[in-house]
């Protein structure tokens, strides 16, 4: 999970390249991914949820962010959208 909090006057911004993020993830790994908007958050909070059957899928997902050209370019557009310091990262376990 990734979350990230919008730069005052951003958000419409924010949400169009968070819909392009998670399609890109999406297509890139072949992994189920969302795109959320927050309502408890603070206000202008995005987040994108990728899940993964096994740790090796986490693994390559970890492997494409470092490595694919595209990704990284994607990325960088992110410097004006989200508040500096904002982005956190969560991994959710799910223990059967």
Do not use: H
Not at 22 to 49: C, E, I, K, M, R
Not at 52 to 69: G, H, R, Y
Not at 73 to 86: D, K, M, P, Q, W
């Amino acid at each position: 999970m990734l979350t990230a909090t919008a730069a005052n006057g951003r958000m419409a911004d924010a949400l169009e390249f968070g819909m392009r993020a998670w399609q890109f993830v999406a297509d890139t790994t072949g992994l189920a991914t969302a795109f959320l908007s927050a309502v408890y958050d603070p206000f202008g909070t995005v987040g994108w949820l990728t899940g993964a059957a096994s740790m090796s899928d986490l693994d390559n997902l970890v492997a494409m962010q470092m490595t694919n050209a595209d990704y990284r370019a994607l990325v960088a557009e992110t410097c004006s959208l989200f508040i500096e310091g904002s982005g956190t990262t969560r991994l959710i376990e799910k223990i059967n």
